[in-house]
């Protein structure tokens, strides 16, 4: 390709594809939003930083800094950038394996120092009052205190000067009870930052104000759905009439061309009536569904949810019932790999990220391992991101220590991680993947049992009070 050409395609790319890759030099990382992410090297952080953060990209520019400052030909540099640019066209069509400038490395094999995604719950409050609910459980509800506008704005900033993230999720509680929300939403997206709503869809129901919504920018929202029969939906939610309020929010976000996906939790009441949702949303031509298991926190403290022992067999249904309807299944909860390894099934990967991949941060500020934690790590209005992310604390959930001891040796032990931690702090011992595990002594139990203690030090929601 000559200079010209190389020239055109490479803006008309970057131009197109601007609002989809994000590139972070403080650790070589290629983010497409939300959270597809590649490793990359230093030439092709180089030059993607110079030409996505350029608003007209000089290319000829760049193909010159770089020759210069690696000592090449900058022919070859042209060469090597009309290469990397038509491999991220083929990983942005979910074609890595055609992408002549991709190379597979083993997971875990590339060091990340920032969050990828990141969540604000702007309130604990909601309108429903879900059997498994975490965000509104006695244990915490109304006791924690609410940002204003002006500090969840300072937490925006941060999200993007500081932890470098380019997508937030307004969640909660339910976060369209914040009057401010769609002002929120503004301010994100004048930052540059994608945004997405996660939300029970009863207030995008009432006539407007989805429009308000997307005429603020929002990009997507994920709309809690328990199942297809308006009373499994509400005796899940602990309100009659919410699937009513739901389901008509769901196609007011879809007619505002809003992204929309639906989300389940897998719990007793709606396990039957799985099939017939998947059956349902197909029907509503949705593109992709997702579900997950209940996290056993708040709520769900010493209820008889399903189990990790029997949640491959339907998932797999699940996502066969998906296919069959002409939709993507999404899969969302870490498992044991050594019970149900989902990534065999096409379903990915999804190991814990507690305080990793995921910037979670509570209502007042605080930022949380995860969202379902009952206390946080440090709280950013009142401290730098930097310090609370290299706090022990967070170290500790970043670099897995909770691991088990009897997982430590498994092969799969990097990708899998155990697991979800509060899974094991709410049963209290380890039975359902006793053999799978290595032998472990009664010293590194105990050891492991005094770390998660005293360095992972917070707990899961209604989790403290059996610490």
Not at 203 to 218: D, H, K, Q, T
């Amino acid at each position: 390709m000559d200079s010209i050409k190389l020239r055109t395609f490479a803006r008309e790319f970057i131009e197109s594809t601007r609002d989809y890759v994000f590139v972070r030099p403080e650790d070589r990382l290629l983010i497409l939003r939300p959270n597809k992410i590649h490793h990359l090297n230093r030439t092709a952080t180089d030059m993607l930083t110079a030409l996505y953060s350029q608003a007209a990209p000089d290319v000829g520019a760049v193909v010159r800094e770089t020759a210069t400052r690696y000592s090449v030909p900058e022919e070859q540099v042209a060469a090597d950038l009309e290469r990397l640019l038509r491999s991220l066209s083929l990983v942005l069509q979910d074609r890595e394996g055609a992408a002549p400038a991709v190379r597979r490395t083993p997971f875990g094999s590339h060091a990340r120092e920032l969050p990828v995604l990141s969540e604000i719950a702007l309130t604990y409050r909601c309108q429903n009052r879900c059997t498994f609910c975490y965000a509104s459980a006695p244990e915490r509800g109304r006791q924690v205190p609410e940002m204003t506008t002006a500090e969840v704005r300072r937490i925006l900033d941060t999200i993007v000067d500081d932890a470098r993230v380019p997508t937030v999720s307004f969640t909660g509680g339910e976060p369209t009870l914040r009057p401010d929300l769609p002002d929120l939403i503004a301010y994100a997206k004048g930052r540059r930052l994608r945004t997405n709503l996660i939300t029970n869809g009863r207030r995008c129901a009432a006539n407007g104000y989805v429009e308000r919504l997307a005429s603020a920018g929002l990009d997507s929202a994920q709309v809690s759905l328990e199942a297809a029969d308006p009373e499994v939906h509400d005796a899940v939610v602990g309100r009659p009439g919410a699937w009513d309020a739901t389901v008509r929010g769901l196609r007011h976000l879809k007619a505002a061309g809003i992204h929309v996906h639906t989300n389940t939790t897998i719990n007793h009441l709606n396990r039957d009536h799985l099939l017939s949702l998947v059956d349902w949303l197909g029907e509503m031509d949705q593109p992709y569904l997702s579900m997950n298991m209940v996290i056993r926190t708040g709520d769900a403290v010493g209820s008889m949810e399903i189990g990790y022992q029997e949640i491959g067999e339907l998932v797999l249904s699940l996502k066969e019932r998906a296919n069959e309807a002409g939709m993507k299944f999404v899969w969302y909860s870490p498992v044991p790999l050594c019970l149900f390894n989902p990534v065999a099934h096409g379903l990915g990967s999804q190991s814990c990220s507690a305080a990793d991949g995921l910037l979670s941060i509570a209502p007042d500020g605080s930022i949380l391992p995860c969202s379902s934690f009952g206390q946080g790590v440090g709280n950013l209005l009142h401290e730098p991101f930097e310090v609370i992310w290299n706090r022990r604390a967070a170290r500790y959930w970043r670099k897995k220590e909770f691991l088990p001891p009897g997982c430590r040796d498994c092969d799969l032990a990097d990708l899998c991680c155990g697991a979800c931690p509060l899974y094991w702090d709410e049963r209290g011992d380890l039975s359902e993947i006793a053999g799978h595990q290595a032998p472990a002594s009664a010293l590194a139990h105990a050891l492991w049992r005094a770390r998660r203690r005293w360095l992972g030090q917070v707990r899961g929601v209604g989790l403290d009070r059996r610490a």
